[in-house]
């Protein structure tokens, strides 16, 4: 079965401060890998895809084949930043796994 | 919101009763999901169709049904609920786009089971 991997249940940093959140994923295949963020008592909210390569909210992703990782990181965190964060891999029959989650703290 | 709706959007249940939640969407996508949502196990999927009539499990799938009678509509059922089964239900639907794993999410339901 594919996995993926979220080893930090909580990331607390100060404001200002840079904020990484690693991903390690089990997929065989040709991963198309997402970021989903959820705001307090939110649906979740595709944050990026590794496909378009684009820089959402200043988060970046960068796919490492090698180390079958997909870390998220932003240089400087906000406030609002503050939110519970899923990776998700690609699964056998069009789904898709997710990480258990990762919930970031802003402080002040 | 990939015009998805959840109903209802809160419930409180007694255990051994049946609860049936329903998804509805508007823009006609083929692939709809169902997670349950839990401290320290993220998103776990527990049914999914591929189409009307066409369902299959996921990795939680015991004690729980599903039904799809229309496009539109995706139906979850506790057939007699437990205290275990309190959680956060979404229901997601795949985007359109030629070969994307990419999901959209309903707001979430949130059952308790007293």
């Known amino acids: 079965a594919q996995r993926v991997t979220q080893p930090e249940k909580l990331l607390s940093v100060f404001k200002g401060a840079p904020v990484e959140l690693k991903c390690n994923y089990s997929y065989s295949g040709s991963p198309e890998l997402f970021w989903y963020v959820q705001y307090s008592r939110q649906r979740l909210q595709l944050l990026l895809r590794?496909?378009s390569r684009e820089s959402i909210k200043g988060f970046t992703a960068d796919l490492n084949k090698g180390e079958t990782s997909f870390h998220l990181k932003k240089p400087f965190a906000q406030e609002e930043d503050s939110a519970m964060y899923y990776c998700?891999?690609?699964?056998?029959?069009?789904?898709?796994?997710f990480g258990g989650g990762t919930r970031v703290l802003v402080k002040p | 919101d990939a015009g998805i709706t959840q109903s209802p959007r809160h419930k409180v249940t007694e255990t051994g009763t049946p609860v049936t939640l329903r998804c509805h969407q508007t823009e006609n996508h083929r692939y709809m999901y169902w997670y349950r949502q839990d401290p320290g196990h993220g998103l776990r999927l527990i049914h999914y169709s591929y189409g009307v009539k066409d369902t299959d499990k996921g990795e939680v799938s015991d004690g729980y049904s599903v039904s799809r009678s229309k496009t539109e509509d995706f139906l979850l059922t506790l057939e007699s609920a437990t205290s275990s089964q309190t959680s956060v239900y979404f229901c997601?639907?795949?985007?359109?786009?030629?070969?994307?794993?990419?999901?959209?999410f309903g707001p979430g339901t949130r059952l308790t089971v007293t």
């Open positions: 590794h496909i």
């Open positions: 997601a639907i795949r985007s359109g786009e030629r070969s994307s794993y990419e999901q959209y």
């Open positions: 998700a891999s690609p699964a056998a029959g069009n789904k898709l796994t």
